[in-house]
């Protein structure tokens, strides 16, 4: 279908605020990526799931930070009292499951920039 | 950890000229990928190209191609006949070999087009 939606694409939140970022993967795609992009820096890996299986969260930065993937689909990012170091651009990306020997590609959404006040 | 080292900021390049963005990286892993990502202001994150590190052929796509030194750990972009729709950040990206899934990303160049 489409391509990888993230919304809001805004978010203004006060410090101590909990946020709900979504992420809607391109249809049949089995992972799912989470990203942090500080202000001109790279996108930095948070965590991934393989369909409802988070198998990777080595990348949460805290215990604030919060992933979930109930039904193999969408997917929402949860911050708990956020603070403004958690200020950045959140990307969702999917991808098909990789088979060995074969390349595969991370699609990318537009991404969530949060800013903590 | 693997780390990918981009230490051009910034490059700029005339139009139609041809400009080459440098990468490199650190990992202990024989098998692995590399790719080149460009972002251009909307925040879209999309594939440029991607080398297998198991290839010794040179990835090309269009105007863009790769110089992959393997030996050197050097993976660099070129941009040949540069146009204007090719401003934007570009990032090298890492991935390792199949079961480590995430992608480990550079800082970024960002590139500007002379008129």
């Known amino acids: 279908g489409a391509g990888v939606s993230q919304s809001p694409r805004y978010k203004v939140a006060k410090r101590g605020q909990d946020v709900a970022l979504r992420c809607d993967p391109i249809s049949g795609h089995v992972s799912l990526f989470w990203y942090q992009q500080a202000l001109g820096q790279g996108p930095e890996f948070l965590t991934y799931?393989?369909?409802?299986?988070?198998?990777?969260k080595s990348g949460l930065p805290s215990d604030r930070f919060f992933a979930e993937r109930p039904e193999g689909s969408v997917s929402t990012l949860k911050i708990q009292r956020t603070q403004q170091e958690d200020s950045a651009v959140y990307l969702c990306a999917s991808s098909n499951r990789l088979r060995t020997g074969i390349v595969y590609e991370q699609y990318f959404g537009p991404g969530t920039r949060l800013t903590v006040t | 950890a693997q780390t990918v080292t981009q230490s051009q900021p910034e490059m700029s390049v005339q139009e139609a000229e041809t400009v080459t963005l440098s990468c490199t990286y650190d990992t202990s892993e024989s098998d692995y990928y590399l790719f080149w990502y460009k972002q251009p202001p909307s925040r879209q994150m999309i594939l440029v190209i991607r080398?297998?590190?198991?290839?010794?052929q040179n990835a090309t796509e269009n105007r863009f191609s790769v110089n992959f030194q393997k030996a050197a750990k050097s993976f660099s972009l070129k941009i040949s006949d540069s146009q204007l729709g090719d401003a934007a950040m570009y990032f090298c990206a890492y991935k390792g070999d199949f079961g480590n899934e995430k992608l480990t990303f550079g800082t970024g160049t960002r590139l500007t087009i002379i008129p």
């Open positions: 799931f393989q369909n409802e299986a988070q198998l990777d």
């Open positions: 080398q297998e590190a198991y290839k010794q």
